[in-house]
């Protein structure tokens, strides 16, 4: 399989734990994003890699959420101290760059009781 | 600021029927227009993409169509099947430095009934 893969597709945690998620884009694809999903609505853009430099976060990933992309391959997402308000689908998704279509992965969805 | 804005929310159709399904944005300077299909549970799968100088582009069943003067768009489903139902996205990307800067619509959502 070729596409984008996210791990794990499902996770609950009790409020105050931490979580990490795990992304793999498409082989070279240099560009991945993360965004967040919550029911019934539009994905939400948190972050943007260009190889293993994070270009831009949005105002959404507060202090708790970190991403990294060491080796500008795989992806994590980190979320501290989670909230229920963090219970949403996390979704990946990767792109070659020049008008780019975006691939998107299966989206881990967390669950904070 | 930019934004993208998609109706109707929801829509039920029988199964063989046509539909179609709107979308308004205000995004600058732009780059090119998107819409995706996302079934429950599931990462959106993209349809379509058309820049600017495109005004129609199809995908089988599915033919999208682009009005850059008016900043419409709308994604026109021919003969329903019971697959169609899901979640169809219009995801604008606006022209950056860096990268295209990309805003989602909140989605319409599908469903068809046999």
């Known amino acids: 399989d070729t596409g984008v893969s996210q791990n794990p597709r499902h996770k609950i945690t009790k409020r105050g734990q931490n979580v990490t998620f795990r992304c793999d884009p498409i082989?070279?694809?240099?560009?991945l994003y993360w965004y967040r999903q919550t029911l019934g609505q539009g994905p939400e853009f948190l972050t943007y890699f260009q190889n293993e430099a994070q270009l831009e976060k949005s105002r959404l990933l507060s202090d708790r959420f970190s991403a990294e992309r060491p080796k500008g391959s795989f992806s994590t997402l980190e979320i501290q101290r989670t909230e229920q308000g963090d219970s949403a689908m996390y979704l990946c998704?990767?792109?070659?760059?020049?008008?780019?279509?975006?691939?998107f992965g299966p989206g881990t969805r967390l669950t904070v009781l | 600021k930019n934004q993208v804005e998609q109706s109707p929310q929801s829509l039920i159709i029988l199964e063989g029927k046509n539909c179609t399904l709107q979308?308004?944005?205000?995004?600058?300077?732009?780059?090119?227009l998107r819409w995706y299909k996302q079934d429950t549970g599931r990462g959106p799968v993209s349809l379509t993409i058309m820049t600017f100088s495109e005004n129609t582009k199809s995908n089988g069943r599915y033919t999208a169509t682009l009005d850059a003067d008016t900043k419409q768009s709308s994604l026109h489903i021919t003969a329903s099947q019971l697959s169609d139902s899901a979640s169809y996205i219009c995801v604008v990307s606006a022209m950056k430095t860096s990268y295209d800067k990309v805003i989602f619509g909140p989605g319409t959502s599908l469903s068809v009934i046999p």
């Open positions: 998704a990767s792109s070659p760059g020049g008008v780019n279509e975006q691939f």
């Open positions: 082989s070279e694809h240099n560009r």
């Open positions: 979308c308004n944005y205000t995004v600058s300077p732009f780059s090119n």
